[in-house]
């Protein structure tokens, strides 16, 4: 057992510079080491590297009813039988909207230099549009207070996939107005928070919400509609991101940053040789197409136009523009890789599927391919010419127990950060312009149609009790962010 060493012990067998899990007991109350002449060499990251955290309002708030909270999509799919793994919903969650202050305190004791929470739409507008509901925007408006009380920079997300139900009862993503409402609602926001809050991201993940919501009908609303209707949905939630960064620069305070969080699919050459890096470049842009390439080039590529045939989406040339607005970063969220090798058809590249048996975490999609961190940042850095990119998400699932003493040693989630680390730190030191990361998640909480089955905090949640546990991988993560770096 680890606790049976002291740090100095520790540090004899394994050398100073290796990362002690100061938390456990006999551990704790021991400063960080410092290197000895035969440690190899740190692996730091730059000065004011942003390490933070991330949650969604759906996914930790709790209080769906209070304060004049209107229901959303996903209240409405969660409450449906047969949907959610064991018919968990989001109704308590984490109860973060109450408990918020003791949360902001986890953070601080991680030293988290920043967190990623998401502003739920339905709080302000229950509607989706009309009258704003400013109860509901006073809970974000104190959540900052106390973020910036501590020391920690909100980074604010405008839609985490709690739409209103009532733009979903009017058509929802398949409607255009759709679009408009967001950007309606997210210059609202930005013209309150933007005194306070710095960084707004438009959209999270419109890969998933659009393709696992209303193609696989996995995630609320739980559509299965026609290659045609996904595409114009698709072309709906870019064009809402468009107009949404037209009306934060019109709405927000002079020198408010815009981006977005998107999980590009992150394509890895099969092996690190010129042709297959040459390859998964190609492939990045081409399997991001109707995503991030829209966004970062203003225009869908031949290919994707060609591909959708008759089933393209109807767009008009103002569209393109307003998708096509410039960001001022981007944010990708990045779990598992796409391999890519290089192929002779007339593409030059072709995706190669994941054997059975290669290793991933709970969530069985979830591969463990640390080298995704180096080629996601890298390539979209290199395709797009970006010159501020976050880690918006990161992290892992695993099958978390509450040990007797009383910790939680998810060894497999800190062996996860550890290799993905490894690999962002490989990125930034070759130029990669990545200025902070954003660990998924802060706490165990509501993971969508995996129920709360499936953790993927650094603190464990009782849900019973709401009690919050740092788990090892909080440890890991807390040394982390005290040395800059791994090692
Ligand atoms: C992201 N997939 O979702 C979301 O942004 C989070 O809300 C979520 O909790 C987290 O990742 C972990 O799942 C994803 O199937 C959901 O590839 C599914 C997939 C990817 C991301």
Redesign the pocket.
């Known amino acids: 057992m680890l606790n049976r060493f002291s740090r100095r012990e520790f540090a004899k067998l394994f050398g100073s510079a290796a990362i002690v899990p100061s938390a456990l007991p006999a551990l704790a109350s021991v400063a960080p080491a410092t290197h000895h002449t035969a440690a190899p060499a740190p692996q730091r990251f730059p000065q004011g590297f942003l390490w933070g955290s ?1 949650t ?1 309002s759906y ?1 930790v708030e709790g209080a769906v009813k209070e304060d004049g909270r209107g229901p959303s999509i996903w209240d409405t799919f969660s409450h449906t039988p047969g949907k959610t793994n064991n018919g968990d919903t989001g109704d308590v969650a984490d109860d973060h909207y109450h408990r918020y202050k003791e949360d902001v305190q986890l953070m601080k004791a991680l030293g988290l230099k920043t967190y990623r929470f998401s502003v739920a739409w339905p709080r302000i507008f229950p509607q989706g549009k009309g009258t704003p509901n400013s109860k509901g925007l006073d809970f974000y408006s104190r959540l900052v207070d106390e973020l910036l009380a501590n020391n920690i920079q909100p980074y604010c997300t405008l839609f ?2 709690d739409l209103p139900q009532a733009l979903e009862d009017k058509g929802g993503w398949q409607s255009r107005d759709t679009s408009e409402a967001f950007a309606n609602y997210a210059g609202y926001v930005a013209q309150h928070l933007s005194d306070r809050v710095k960084h707004f991201m438009t959209l ?2 419109m ?2 919400f659009v393709d ?1 919501g209303y193609r696989d009908g996995r ?1 609320a609303p739980g559509l299965k509609l026609s290659a045609g209707k996904v595409n114009q949905v698709r072309h709906h939630a870019v064009l809402a991101h468009g107009l949404g960064v037209q009306a934060i620069r019109a709405h927000a305070r002079p020198g408010t940053r815009v981006g977005i ?1 998107e ?1 590009a699919n992150s394509c890895v050459p099969v092996i690190e040789t010129p042709e297959h890096i040459v390859a998964a470049a190609k492939a990045y842009r081409e399997t991001n197409a109707g995503y991030l390439t829209v966004i970062m080039e203003g225009r869908y590529t031949d290919a994707y136009l060609a591909h959708a045939g008759a089933d393209a989406p109807k767009f008009t040339p103002e569209d393109l523009k307003a998708i096509g607005s410039p960001l001022d970063f981007v944010g990708i ?1 990045i ?2 890789p796409q391999y890519v090798r290089a192929d002779d058809s007339p593409a030059g590249y072709a995706l190669v599927p994941m054997p059975a048996s290669f290793p991933h975490m709970m ?1 069985s ?2 591969h463990t391919g640390p080298e995704a961190l180096y080629w996601s940042p890298k390539l979209a850095s290199e395709l797009w010419g970006i010159r501020e990119i976050y880690i918006t ?1 990161n ?1 892992a ?1 695993s099958s978390d127990v509450l040990a007797p003493d009383g910790h939680v040693y998810d060894t497999d989630r800190v062996m996860y950060l550890r290799s993905y680390l490894t690999q962002l730190h490989r990125a930034v030191r070759e130029g990669v312009p990545v200025k902070g990361y954003f660990c ?2 802060l706490m165990d ?4 149609a ?1 129920g709360y089955a ?1 953790r ?1 905090g650094i603190h464990y949640v009782d849900f019973k009790t709401q009690k919050r546990t740092p788990k090892l991988s909080a440890h890991f993560y807390r040394e982390v962010i005290a040395r800059n770096g791994l090692a």
């Open positions: 991330a969604a996914q985490h996939w999270n993940e890969r998933s696992i995630h969080a999980n969220n779990y598992t969530s999609w979830l998400e992290g699932s998924w998640s909480n509501y993971e969508w995996d499936y993927f």
